[in-house]
């Protein structure tokens, strides 16, 4: 059986580049999480992917 190792992953939708930016920057400077990425959904909007321990993220 495996072990769970509490690794989850979060995601934040914003209205802009900028503000997704910026997001990014407080998450990873606030918690002892990793940028995994980003996704432009489209209309504006943009998903930031972090991941990290659960209790962080």
Do not use: H, S, W
Not at 3 to 28: F, K, N, Q, S
Not at 30 to 36: C, G, K, N, Q, W
Not at 41 to 48: A, D, H, K, L
């Amino acid at each position: 059986m495996a072990a769970v190792t509490g690794i989850a992953l979060g995601m934040i939708e914003t209205r802009g580049l900028v503000p997704a930016i910026e997001a990014a920057d407080a998450m990873t400077k606030a918690a002892e999480v990793r940028l995994v990425g980003r996704q432009f959904v489209g209309g504006g909007y943009v998903t930031v992917l972090v991941r990290g321990e659960t209790g962080a993220v």
